[in-house]
């Protein structure tokens, strides 16, 4: 997982941080998922951070 | 959380096996020679041996039953092996059931010339395909009949003299998917707060993996 930012704010460093990563494509809204098996026809997608 | 009721989930295949193997076929042949049971009577072919099988069973009871696990349009074709072992031409007509209902203008007739001699029956190979349109979990069959149960489907071993070849299954029936592929028939059916239901095709193979992307 990429740093986010505190909600009251972040230091200039972290602001820096968050943003230049996002420009750059490193964001957390992505991930992978692998099929079910024995012939199984749904698969379920859970947030990563669920627990 | 992530994933909220209106967010939209993007998926793309993110290994080989997804990418490969994802639209649902299968081939199914026989090892064994067939007869009809008497002329002027409807029988149904029998297989016996799946060699290719990415979504497609048989339920162990009934031979003639190919099943399919997902709904789609399928192209399906078979290839008889037929003999003729009288010594008049004949001939044989086939179809196709779904679910044990004839599909309308699906049959064809084969027609054999006479034997060649005593014991040396004239050969033919009857080829035909066509679109079927199937539920999940329906079932296919070859039906048939044929003038004089002098025509049959013929099986014969794998020989080495005067050539090496392999065995001449007496049917072979092939069937594959023509719509969806890898990436159309991954998608997402539901979501809700913190996880989506990704709906695809009957799935077998493991390290099937993709990737996704969550906007909103």
Known sequence: MFRVLPYQGGTPREISEVVNNAMNGKTNNHGTITLNTSWATTTTLYDENRF | ?216
Request: negative net charge; charged residues 15%; hydrophobic residues 35%.
């Open chain 2, 1 to 216: 959380m992530r994933i909220g009721f209106d967010s939209k989930i993007i998926i793309l295949p993110d290994s080989a096996s997804a990418q490969t193997s994802a639209i649902p076929y299968g081939e199914i042949n026989s090892t064994t020679g067939q007869t009809a049971p008497s002329t002027g009577t409807t029988a149904v072919v029998e297989f016996d041996n799946i060699t290719q099988n990415n979504g497609i069973y048989q339920d162990g009871t009934n031979d003639s039953r190919i099943y399919v696990r997902d709904a789609g349009v399928y192209n399906v074709m078979y290839s008889l092996q037929l003999i003729n072992t009288t010594n008049d031409g004949q001939y044989a007509d086939v179809w196709f059931r779904i679910n044990g209902t004839d599909v309308a203008d699906s049959a064809s007739r084969f027609g054999l010339p006479a034997r060649k001699s005593s014991g040396d029956p004239s050969e033919l190979i009857g080829a035909m395909n066509i679109f079927l349109t199937l539920d999940a979990d329906d079932y296919i069959e070859v039906a048939g009949g044929v003038s004089d149960v002098g025509v049959e489907l013929w099986y014969d071993t794998a020989k080495t003299t005067p050539f090496v070849r392999p065995a001449i299954p007496s049917v072979i029936l092939t069937l594959n998917a023509v719509s969806g592929g890898s990436l159309s028939n991954v998608y997402v059916s539901a979501q809700q707060k913190g996880q989506a239901t990704i709906t695809h095709f009957a799935n077998n193979t493991s390290n099937k993996t993709y990737g996704y992307v969550i906007i909103g």
